[in-house]
Structure formats: C-alpha cells, structure tokens
C-alpha cells in the first residue's frame, strides 16, 4: 500500500513538472502596410521580425512616394497602415478621415547628396549643383524629399536647374546609379541603401533638415488588431533595426 502511495506520488509529481503548453499567437491574418519608398529595405527588415513574433500574420507593403500612397488611400485603397516620410501628407490623411488615432512619429532622417560612385564630378557641397557640367535631379516638389531638398537649396542661396523631377527618392538614386545623372539629394538612408551603387556627399547640420516620419492606423482598416500590434512592435523593438538602416530617432 505504501509503495502504491509512493508511486502515486511520483507521478503526480512528473506530471507537475511539466510545463503547460504555450498558447497560441491570436494574432494572424493579412497586414497592409502602406510606407514612404524611403522605408523600403527598413521595413522590409521590420516586417520580417514582425512576422517571427507572429508567425500567423502576413504583412505586405506598398512603397510609394508619400502622395502617391495619400491619393491612392483617399480614392478607397485598402490598407492597414499608413507611414508618411512627412508631417503636412499624415496631416492631409488625418484631414481626409483616413486615421484613427494619433499618428505617432516612429523616426527621423537627414538628406544627403547622392553621386555616382567615386563622385567622379568631384562634387563637394550644394554649390556645386548649380554648376553647368552638372546634371542635377530631384524629386517632384510634392513629394516630401524634394520640399525637404528646395528648402535646403533656399537655404543655401542656390539654384540648381534640374533635369527631371522623380516621383520618389528611388527614382532619383536609380538615375546616379545608372549614369543618367550626375547628382541629386535623397535622404541619408537611401545612399546607404544602395551602397556600392551610388556614392554620398554630405549636407553639413547647418544646412540641413530633420525630416519627421508619422505612423497610424487607417480608419478602413481590414485588420486593426494586427495594425496597432505592428505599430506597437516598430515603436518598441523595430527602432534598432531603424537605426541599422541610418534613421535615428527624436
């Protein structure tokens, strides 16, 4: 009887010892994360760890430049979240009833002149933009780097003739890296980004501006559970794979 009780013991104990099952991730489904072309390799790396800390989500992006993104959203696309390499193109979001929410702004950025690699035209500074065996490019005026990229050339009294107006900074690194152009002035991010491609040239702080980027929740979102969860997550454990990428953060 004693080594019946003995046993029973052990048993309960054994079983005791055996750690209940993790719960599963309740939060899955589809994520649609509409982002700034500037954001691409960053949040491509972030939606990756996003996706280990749930594996039952599936989160796609669309990059764009910011108004592309805002006109798409105000004629009824469907998304889940909208980043804005810029305040005013969020501010026109939260106007158009497109947020819910406060945007809350993830990260910052410097521009910075892109050249072609080796910086063959030996282009040291803004000035030289404006010079004539120069073929300077730029982003369209509404699109936020090429509003950030005429305030810094008012700044600095200069007066480039660009070439070609570029729908995003994408555009305009793609143009040095093949030869098409000889310079343009993109964010800092993007010259690291495509290093190997293109070279950069740096804006002194003086001269230079903070670009802000604001995040929220769309109001039409499909999924908001798993949108307040991949903002939560970039606010908490995305900023050091943002920092990785050259964002920093205010």
Do not use: W
């Not at 993104?69 to 810029?86: I, R």
């Not at 604001?214 to 903002?231: D, K, M, T, V």
């Amino acid at each position: 009887m004693k080594r019946c009780v003995l046993l029973a013991l052990a048993v309960l104990s054994a079983c005791g010892s055996v750690p209940a099952p993790a719960s599963p991730d309740k939060l899955g489904g589809d994520l649609s994360v509409f982002a700034a072309a500037s954001l691409t390799e960053a949040f491509k790396a972030v939606g990756g760890g996003f996706k280990a800390a749930h594996p039952s989500s599936n989160p796609t992006f669309n990059f764009a430049g910011t108004p592309t993104l805002l006109t798409q959203l105000q004629q009824g696309a469907g998304a889940d979240v909208f980043a804005s390499a810029d305040q005013p193109n969020m501010q026109k979001a939260v106007d158009s009833n497109l947020v819910a929410g406060k945007p809350r702004v993830f990260a910052t950025n410097k521009l910075e002149i892109v050249v072609a690699p080796g910086n063959p035209k030996h282009i040291s500074g803004l000035a030289d933009l404006a010079r004539a065996d120069v073929l300077y490019i730029t982003e369209a005026p509404d699109v936020p780097a090429g509003k950030y990229a005429a305030q810094v050339l008012a700044g600095a009294g200069v007066k480039p003739s660009p070439r070609s107006l570029e729908a995003d900074v994408k555009g305009v690194v793609s143009k040095v890296g093949l030869g098409e152009a000889d310079a343009g002035i993109v964010y800092v991010t993007d010259v690291r980004a495509a290093r190997g491609r293109v070279s950069g040239v740096v804006i002194p702080d003086a001269q230079n501006v903070i670009a802000s980027y604001p995040i929220a929740e769309l109001r039409g979102a499909r999924n908001p559970a798993a949108a307040r969860a991949f903002i939560d997550y970039l606010l908490a454990h995305g900023q050091q794979t943002l920092q990785g990428f050259g964002f920093t953060h205010s």
